[in-house]
């Protein structure tokens, strides 16, 4: 029996599908391509790799400090039971990630197979997949490094390449045969990256490793010393929060911004061919995509005749090869050809969709310029629930919010603003001052300037309550937090 630890990357801001994706919810977390996230379709694929002796265990996500509610809330939903979410006070990219995955795996003496994906990828074919990973486990349980190779379907250049020892061959068995690795080359030309697709023997590396967790700590010793003994040191250092039913991991925060940021290729695959370790590859042919910008999520959604793909309410008259995603209201296209158009309820976004890779630059441009649609949807998920600012002038602000069964917000106060909160819908518990009230639909209270308050949801179904602000300064880091039931900063 192969006992098998899930590793998930959950890092990266995904600013190529903005106005989508935002910091502050990347497109990891979107339902981009079906009813779930990419994300908890990750994690299901990970979670089905069991059967044919191989053991699933719980599993470990590395996940920004940020997002560590997002990534809970999400396997709740999906009913899959995390073991640690091991969270980088700042990202340091994917080798110092997996590191502290395998230490954290190598604990009490067990040393299991990781098998290692990124949190927002999308494949088509799960049995496929699953053969694959199989193949891969079975490799890597002996001692090998195994790698993930797509096989190419077109000469694409916004990919890194591994070359192996032979093109893969038609039979099943052959699918899912191990492949020496001969080298890993950088994104080529596209006369480049057709040579490769003639010749045959080259696959995309997607990014997804399967080794044992000491096999990753000697690899890394060998070739990128610096990095094992600093992120060592910062999880030597860590700490955890004790008595919470979620198994939030922190490595040190000072110890761990100084690790050099590198990549698992660049620190170590990429080394080990013709080193002490021997490296496979296993290919992978299961509808792969990283949905890396609109045009590649465009390329796997559904399409009518005309090559037009569409998600929300949208009607179009003439037109081919578009995607349009609307998100709040109807979006309506007549005559155009070879467009992407995102509306979200605060932005939109109209680009050539052969040019959907430059939607980075807007980001950065936002994120300059201080815009908070860089970063923040309109609608903003916390863990207690939600907020959508509907309405916003000089001096006030309107927010819809809601609030999950038996949760609340901080024991709060604002320096700038006074609060009116008006329920619609469930049952509120307030603390205002030293008062605590029940108010239900269509009652409502007022929190003065500088009082502490509280705001609980004490029912079983959501409490949805209108909050209109008002004051000198309506930004959300006007807050004195005095007791959290969610780890967060007090100030």
Known sequence: MYSVTPVILCGGSGTRLWPLSRSGFPKQFLCLTGEDSLFQ???????????????????????????????????????????????????????????????????DGKDPVLVVTPADQTVADSAAFTASMQAAIRAAAAGSIVILGISPDRPETGYGYIQ??????????????????????????????QRYLDAGGYYWNAGMFVLKASVWMKALERFRPDI?????????????????????????????????????????????????????????????????????????????DAGNASVGDVMTTACENTLVHAASRLVALVG???????????????????????????VNDLAARGREEYALHRKVHRPWGWYDSIDEGGRFKVKRIQVKPKASLSLQKHHHR??????????????????????????????????????????????????????????????????????????
């Not at 192996?164 to 990256?193: I, M």
């Open 41 to 107: 379709q990750a994690a299901q694929r990970l979670v089905g790799l069991g059967g044919n002796d191989v053991q699933v265990e719980k599993m470990l996500i590395v996940s920004g400090e940020e997002h560590r509610f997002l990534v809970t809330e999400q396997l709740r939903e999906a009913g899959i039971a995390l073991g640690a979410a091991l969270l980088e006070p700042k990202g340091r990219n994917t080798a110092p990630a997996l590191t502290l995955a395998a230490l954290a795996a190598l604990e």
């Open 418 to 491: 006074a609060e009116h909160w008006i329920v619609v819908k469930g049952t509120a518990e307030i603390t205002n001052g030293d008062k605590t009230m029940l108010i239900t639909e269509n009652q409502s209270t007022y929190i003065p300037l500088g009082e502490v308050h509280r705001l609980a949801n004490p029912g079983t179904i959501p409490l949805e309550i209108i909050e209109v602000q008002s004051g000198s300064y309506l930004g959300e880091d006007d807050i004195v937090r005095f007791e959290d039931s969610y780890g967060r900063s007090k100030a």
């Open 228 to 304: 094992a003994v600093s992120t060592r040191a910062a999880w030597t250092q860590r700490s955890a929060d004790i008595g919470a039913m979620t198994p939030f991991v922190r490595p040190d925060k000072d110890a761990f911004i100084a690790i050099p940021s590198e990549s698992v290729d660049y620190a170590v695959m990429e080394r080990c061919p013709g080193s002490e370790f021997d490296i496979r590859m296993v290919p992978l042919d299961a509808g792969w995509s990283d949905l890396g910008a609109w045009d590649a999520v465009w390329q796997v959604l559904p399409k009518d």
């Open 164 to 193: 192996t020892d032979s093109a893969v061959g038609t039979s099943a068995d052959e699918q899912t045969a191990l492949r020496a690795v001969q080298r890993f080359v950088e994104k080529p030309d596209a006369a480049t990256a």
């Open 336 to 362: 155009v050809k070879d467009v992407v158009v995102i509306e979200t309820s605060d932005a939109v976004l109209v680009a050539d969709r052969a040019r959907s890779q430059d939607v980075k630059a807007i």
